[in-house]
């Protein structure tokens, strides 16, 4: 909630679709690797930016990531004039995830350009390894509130605003798309004492591990560490649920 790249090793043509702004001419590069495909495609009608797909198992779907380039009407809630970044320098990324229902759903985190590759990577790593995420919206659904977000136990990105925190108001690392918040309420913010969401109380017990929370040397932790991205539960006011590139 903060308060305040490793690119993927393996690549390969591939490509989705988006009703998101066009963009130029067609770039693949190729590795050996045969598990995961990654390709940057431009055509003159809307079209995604990154894809990346990889098989988990024969009897669930297989795992997609998108990066699709956005527009200001994109983000009607989430970006307004003097945000410290512009639509295009961010990618709203459309990925598969593992819902707590044991089954594959596919949810939108929108984040800076410049991380989108690494981003589609954690959550590649999340799906195969079944970690459960419980849903994954924009923040504009909730009008751009971060307390609506996280009450409804919203796995997040992009939101210009202010970091939520003591001291002068200055850009949360939410408004440059360099920070996600993941399952606020099984990984709740705690200000000084105070639970953010409430509903995250049972879960301030982080001896307590259950489905779903960020854990030292747990894989949610772990698959955000690998693209050099920082954990907030480290914090004299942990925030359990807030991963970023720039460490606050």
Partial sequence: MARCAIPLLAVLAACGSSPTAPAAGPTTMATTAPATSISTSTTTKPAPATT????????????????????AADLPSSWRTGCPVAPADLRKLALTYWGFDSQAHTGALVVHADQAEAI?????RLYDRRFPIRRMEPIDVYGGSDDASIAADNTSGFNC???????PPQWSQHAFGRAIDVNPVENPYILEGTVLPPAGAPYVDRSNVRPGMAIRGGELVAAFAAIGWSWGGVWANPDYQHFSAAGN
């Fill in 120 to 124: 589609i990577g954690v959550f590649k």
């Fill in 161 to 167: 605003r202010n970091a939520v925190a003591s001291g």
């Fill in 52 to 71: 990346v797909t990889s098989t988990v198992a024969s009897n669930v779907p297989p795992f997609s990531g998108t990066a699709l380039r956005v527009t």
